[in-house]
T-cell receptor, first 115, second 110 residues
Framework: NAGVTQTPKFQVLKTGQSMTLQCAQD?????MSWYRQDPGMGLRLIHY???????DQGEVPNGYNVSRSTTEDFPLRLLSAAPSQTSVYFC??????????????FGNGTRLTVT | SQQGEEDPQALSIQEGENATMNCSYK?????LQWYRQNSGRGLVHLIL?????REKHSGRLRVTLDTSKKSSSLLITASRAADTASYFC??????????FGKGNQVVVIP
């Protein structure tokens, strides 16, 4: 089983460039989410989705867009990258549509550097 | 905002010893979860304990929850070098979001 797959693993962007971080899960999970992990800050929630067609903001949504057109995919878009978005990004999914009342399954992350 | 806060933030122990780490939180919760993260990898779920439970076990892991003190502890018994990782607590406050603490680095010395 693939679980949660994130691509790319590494990415370097220049300030102002745009890109999409891909996330796909093959577990038919309703709930999907994006976190960023920075040294000393733990994981902070960017956006989440409780099902196809439904998305909501997390703790740090500014500078990021998401959409959920299918159950399997939950891409994260950076429209105009900034150095403050240098981070490790994790996608996670859960079988419960509420997300927080069941275990999260994480991908292995995308390490993004913005210069 | 950050909910759980782990303590101690860094722990170094000898292989075979027990490792205990604590997590404190500020608001009422539905459940509390513990995760492990090996270097360069994603987080892996260890245990979920609900607010009406006081203790749970999974293999060498034991988690306790004291809702009156708003705290939880994770005990790893008979630690192994492979237990070297960061450990995170995360809380469900009932808003579809799981809020993570900053993590606790554990190093097990062979």
């Amino acid at each position: 089983n693939a679980g949660v797959t994130q691509t790319p693993k590494f990415q370097v962007l220049k300030t102002g460039q745009s890109m999409t971080l891909q996330c796909a899960q093959d577990m038919n999970h309703e709930y999907m989410s994006w976190y960023r992990q920075d040294p000393g800050m733990g994981l902070r929630l960017i956006h989440y989705s409780v099902g196809a067609g439904i998305t909501d903001q997390g703790e740090v949504p500014n500078g990021y867009n998401v959409s959920r057109s299918t159950t399997e995919d939950f891409p994260l878009r950076l429209l105009s990258a900034a150095p403050s978005q240098t981070s490790v990004y994790f996608c996670a999914s859960s079988y419960s549509h509420r997300g927080a009342d069941s275990p999260l399954h994480f991908g292995n992350g995308t390490r993004l550097t913005v210069t | 905002s950050q909910q759980g806060e782990e303590d101690p933030q860094a722990l170094s122990i000898q292989e075979g010893e027990n490792a205990t780490m604590n997590c404190s939180y500020k608001t009422s919760i539905n459940n509390l979860q513990w995760y492990r993260q090996n270097s360069g990898r994603g987080l892996v779920h260890l245990i979920l304990i609900r607010s009406n439970e006081r203790e749970k076990h999974s293999g060498r892991l034991r988690v306790t929850l004291d809702t009156s003190k708003k705290s939880s502890s994770l005990l790893i018994t008979a630690s192994r070098a492979a237990d070297t990782a960061s450990y995170f607590c995360a809380t469900d406050n009932g808003n579809n979001r799981l809020a993570f603490g900053k993590g606790n680095q554990v190093v097990v010395i062979p």
